[in-house]
């Protein structure tokens, strides 16, 4: 344990000895950090805060099962001759989609809406785009089924006459649709919802409240240009009977750049706030001894922080992402914490000494803190950094990035702005004029005392008043009234059976958690992308996207076995609560009948190896009845076996993050079981892969971020049961955060689990505060150093608290999840670090650990050692019995404290 405690007074001598440097030289430490930030800051000018990142990269796990999966299969299918229909697709291409309602809520199956429908069709259709001089319209763009664009179902029901029979009905969710190219089985449960079925009928309806027009596009940039195009005749298209919502392939990702861009340009509304609100708090009566101009440069320092940390990552060519956006509000709050408590230690200073010996012990008490909550805040940081989702490592990056160089401003500019600051006040000049004004008790009017006058009387002896001037009323407020009311023994039961409470309303929110973020949750609120994904998620969710079943490996096609294991596979499939039983189609199964049907009777067993050839497979292929699977089988044309085919079931009710994980596990759970080489894809997997992902990588980062900061804790607190009792309060603030998460509508997801790794750090820093402040402070009885925690850290932690929320509180105004999570979370973070820090920590502080038990061995050492550490401000003092250090820095021995007691 004394090792532990040298490792801490090595760091207090060492700051000790650096704040007189600072004191020396202030002007070298503000002018060079500035030179610093503005030379790499000046990356920002190139900060491309809208760069094109897919939603998938950003917030699905990267190197998943889902992403392995989609590679196999694009190495297998790559050489698909042919056209392609969506289903093919393994990511989600580029298309244009419109859901369509009537205002009344009504039958959309009727003439006068299949005829508004069709001029809307027409307009999106003739849609233009033009590139080098060249025209292109719908019809040169879309994606191509047997040269021509893929139809549209209900556009051709729609063109037919047979909606103006009174005995419409159609069959239902696959029908028989005519199109110019002749009859054809159509998936109508994707393109017509909220059906009602023909009395008597399971499988015909008559009427719908909701249709669904797809335009599939290839993925060329002329696709790109025509989304666009799409987007913007969308919004000004209008009809006074139906509603529509619209959508394209890239509308999340601009939806969510313009919001990040909207919340950016609010950060400059933040920042006046937070400088406003370091103004008044740091503030006295006492106009030389006021710090509004130091609570400024401290503000100012975290946002040189900001600056220069984009300049850097950004020359480095790190992408911005949208999640980035939170950024300099996280960071500026963490600035502002490191200045509150520079600022309080300070203030604790004899206002009676040097400038210089002042800086050496406000540096030698408040920068071991910062570095302590620093090094946290990195390893949060550095930790989450390591997750397998993109976003987040680029955001810790960027964070992390900042905090180290919000700790270097600490140190060096705002360091030396508190130096200039610090003879400002020895001169006795006025905090905003900088002119020598006479103090209080020599005052010529009541106005000069009230709005000039300050310092101290150099005419006179200093007396304990002096000292007593330079602090804050708040922190008086700590030290008087509230750590006697905290810590009477009425109000202690009452702060344990609130924290059982507390603890109990925790876990109780913790069952309540939902997992997942969808996508409807990223599009702003209010935004069209917003109430599309609303639309689809009330009309469209019952039958979801195509999964296909593929077969990964050449098998003997011709062996019963296989036959028997595809058709099984299948069956199990459907009868699964996941899978409808109506909509598969097995390309195994037509072809045996295509055979039966070819042979005129059935299959002879001596050619039933020679059947499942290329030649006579590829013939089957070119039925038009059959082209469907064109795209579904892959042959190696030296053999002509089959390498590869797939077939395809359709989800039910995939609508919430859970039953789309659920459905995913389960088909990979089924296709496992066969002895055929089989996998279960879909093009929207790799996005489900986070609702997999996101909880184990969340308890993993929180576990290794508490291990992390147990053993930082070793080496910096006092000693071990500290640094117990720190994880433990760490643990118990996590558990809260996310309880209460749950009760506020916050879900566990890639954007909460950011919150969570940033809490580690702002949590510690409440922890280590007031235990660090407990157990190293001059009292000798655990009330006392209750109270003296409380007086020493009491205001520095309510600033931080208050100044974080005003700083993350415009966050509130956005209309994107993403940044109303932050705030949520990161005011739970705040309300319970204070609650932990300014309650319950220091009540069980005083029942749980006696600071003079606990470290008085560890406080011993040498007046040899006490001089090293402090020089001349400790000349004098020689004896070799063992000796404490009192509040202002200065030993004095056991026996001497013992008598004053």
């Not at 590139?131 to 549209?152: A, H, R, T, V």
């Not at 502002?336 to 520079?342: A, E, T």
């Not at 209010?526 to 999964?547: H, M, N």
Request: proline letters at 4%; charged letters at 15%; aromatic letters at 12%.
């Amino acid at each position: 344990m004394l090792k532990r405690f040298r490792v801490e007074r090595a760091f207090r001598s060492l700051f000790y000895w650096y704040g007189g440097i600072i004191a020396r030289h202030p002007l070298y430490f503000v002018i060079i950090p500035l030179i610093v930030a503005l030379g790499i800051g000046s990356g920002m000018l190139f900060l491309d805060t809208d760069a094109d990142t897919d939603a998938e990269i950003l917030y699905a796990p990267e190197n998943s099962r889902a992403s392995k999966d989609r590679a196999l299969i694009d190495g297998i299918y790559s050489d698909v001759n042919g056209e392609i229909l969506p289903q093919h697709l393994t990511s989600p291409g580029v298309y244009g989609q419109v859901i369509i309602k009537r205002k009344d809520g009504g039958n959309v199956l009727t003439r006068s809406v299949a005829d508004e429908v069709l001029i809307l069709d027409n307009t999106i259709t003739t849609i233009r785009v033009e590139i080098d001089g060249e025209n292109y319209s719908y019809f040169d763009l879309c994606m191509k089924w047997q040269s021509k664009c893929i139809p549209i179902g209900i556009i051709n029901i729609f063109n037919s006459s047979a909606l103006s029979s009174p005995d419409f009905s159609l069959s239902y969710p696959v029908a028989e649709v005519v199109t110019p190219s002749g009859s054809m089985p159509f998936f109508v449960a994707g393109e017509i919802a909220a059906v009602t079925f023909k009395d008597g009928s399971e499988s015909e309806i008559i009427a719908a409240q909701a249709i669904q027009l797809t335009y599939n596009l290839n993925s060329s940039a002329l696709g790109l240009l025509w989304e666009k195009e799409f987007l913007k005749t969308m919004s000004d298209f209008t009809s006074s009977n139906l509603d529509l919502f619209w959508i394209s392939s890239a509308s999340l990702q601009d939806e969510l750049d313009s919001s990040t861009s909207d919340i950016l340009g609010k950060f400059s509304i933040a920042f006046s706030i937070l400088i406003m609100f370091t103004i008044i708090t740091c503030s006295m009566t006492d106009w030389v001894r006021s710090k509004a101009w130091l609570a400024s440069f401290g503000v100012f320092s975290a946002g040189l922080a900001i600056i220069t940390s984009f300049g850097l990552l950004t020359y480095l060519g790190v992408p911005f992402v949208n999640v980035v956006g939170s950024t300099p509000f996280l960071v500026i709050g963490i600035g502002i914490d490191d200045m509150f408590l520079m600022v309080a230690a300070w203030r604790k200073t004899d206002v009676t000494k040097s400038t210089e010996h002042r800086m050496k012990e406000a540096f030698s008490e408040a920068a071991v803190s910062i570095t302590i909550t620093s090094i946290t805040d990195a390893l949060a940081f550095g930790i989450g950094a390591i997750t397998p989702f993109y976003s987040i490592r680029i955001f810790c990056l960027y964070t992390g990035v900042a905090v180290v160089f919000d700790y270097l401003f600490q140190i060096t500019f705002f360091a030396g702005c508190m130096a200039l600051m610090g003879y400002r006040e020895e001169k006795n000049l006025h905090v905003m004029t900088c002119r020598k004004v006479l103090p209080k008790d020599e005052a010529p009017s009541t106005a000069y005392r009230i709005f000039c006058a300050g310092g101290s009387n150099p005419n006179k002896t200093p007396k304990e008043s002096d000292h007593e001037a330079t602090q804050h009323v708040i922190m008086n407020f700590f030290r008087d009234k509230y750590g006697p009311f905290l810590t009477s023994i009425f109000v202690v039961p009452l702060v344990v059976l609130l924290y059982i409470a507390y603890l109990g309303a925790s876990i109780w929110g913790m069952t309540q958690l939902v997992e997942g973020l969808t996508l409807s949750r990223l599009a702003p609120y209010g935004s069209y992308a917003a109430d599309y994904y609303d639309s689809a998620q009330e009309y469209f969710s019952t039958y979801g996207p195509p999964v296909a079943i593929v077969v990964t490996e050449e098998v003997d096609y011709s062996d019963q076995f296989v036959w028997d294991e595809l058709r099984s596979t299948l069956y199990v499939l459907e009868k699964s609560r996941y899978f409808h039983d109506c909509c598969s189609a097995l390309w195994l199964d037509d072809y045996l009948s295509y055979l039966i049907t070819v042979n005129g009777s059935r299959i002879r067993e001596t050619s039933v190896t020679e059947l499942f050839k290329g030649d006579n497979v590829r013939m089957f292929l070119q039925q038009p009845a059959y082209q469907k699977y064109s795209a579904d089988i892959v042959f190696d044309n030296s053999t002509g076996n089959i390498v590869s085919s797939r077939f395809y079931v359709i989800p039910k009710d995939a609508s919430t993050s859970n039953s789309q994980k659920d459905m995913m596990l389960e088909a990979r759970k089924i296709v496992s079981r066969s002895s055929l080489p089989m996998i279960a894809y879909s093009n929207v997997f790799p996005y489900y892969e986070q609702y997999v992902a996101v909880l184990p990588n969340t308890i993993q980062n929180l576990g290794i971020a508490v291990g992390a900061m147990f053993v930082v804790s070793i080496v910096m607190l006092p000693n071990l049961l500290s640094s117990i009792f720190m994880c433990f309060s760490l643990a118990s603030i996590i558990i809260g955060i996310i309880g209460f998460m749950s009760l506020w509508k916050v879900t566990l997801d890639l954007i909460s689990m950011i919150n969570l790794i940033v809490s580690i750090g702002f949590t510690v820093d409440f922890s280590a505060h007031i235990i660090y402040a407990y157990l190293t402070g001059p009292e000798r009885t655990p009330r006392k150093s209750a109270i003296h925690a409380l007086y020493t850290m009491g205001m520095p932690i309510s600033q931080a608290a208050i100044s974080t929320i005003l700083a993350i509180l415009i966050l509130m105004t956005s209309d994107t999840y993403i940044f109303i999570c932050f705030f949520k979370v990161m005011t739970l973070v705040m309300a319970f670090g204070a609650l932990h820090g300014l309650v319950f920590l220091p009540v069980f502080l005083m029942i749980l650990i006696h600071p003079k038990k606990c470290c008085e061995v560890e406080q011993q050492g040498t007046a040899k050692e006490v001089e090293t550490e402090r020089g001349e401000a400790n000349a004098g003092f020689h004896s070799d019995e063992p000796y404490i250090v009192r509040q202002d820095g200065a030993p004095y021995t056991i026996s001497e404290r013992d008598s004053q007691d």
